[in-house]
């Protein structure tokens, strides 16, 4: 059984920062892509920033420049530090990992979600 368990969120003011972290842990040897997704009331969850285990990053669109994921082999956590947030940001943030077992198949598993809110 494998858990993904984050922290941080909250509410904060437009232009401000907050810091997500996620930690994999559990039955496993590896982590293969971590990731954030967001899905905000009404919409589809979709994908902030993903980073895979040579700590190649990518970001959508509307975060690149002002998001930054970064991740920790060893501890198997990712993090993703957002900075001049506006009040689109507001959405509930998932960690994301791919997960190979011993029998190599892979499974793709989700954290429980953080709430990230930001208005004045």
């Known amino acids: 059984q494998v858990e993904l368990v984050e922290s941080g969120g909250g509410s904060v003011q437009p232009g401000g920062s907050l810091r997500l972290s996620c930690k994999a842990s559990?039955?496993?040897?590896?982590?293969?892509?971590m990731a954030w997704h967001r899905q905000a009331p009404g919409q589809q969850r979709e994908l902030v920033a993903s980073?895979?285990?040579?700590?190649?990053?990518n970001y959508a669109d509307s975060v690149r420049g002002l998001f930054t994921i970064s991740r920790d082999n060893a501890m198997n956590t990712v993090s993703l530090e957002l900075h001049s947030l506006k009040p689109d940001d507001t959405a509930v943030y998932y960690c994301?990992?791919?997960?190979?077992?011993?029998?190599?198949?892979?499974?793709?598993?989700w954290g429980q979600g953080t709430q990230v809110t930001v208005s004045s």
């Open positions: 559990g039955n496993l040897f590896s982590v293969l892509t």
């Open positions: 994301y990992a791919r997960i190979p077992h011993y029998d190599l198949k892979l499974s793709d598993y």
């Open positions: 980073i895979n285990t040579r700590r190649s990053a």
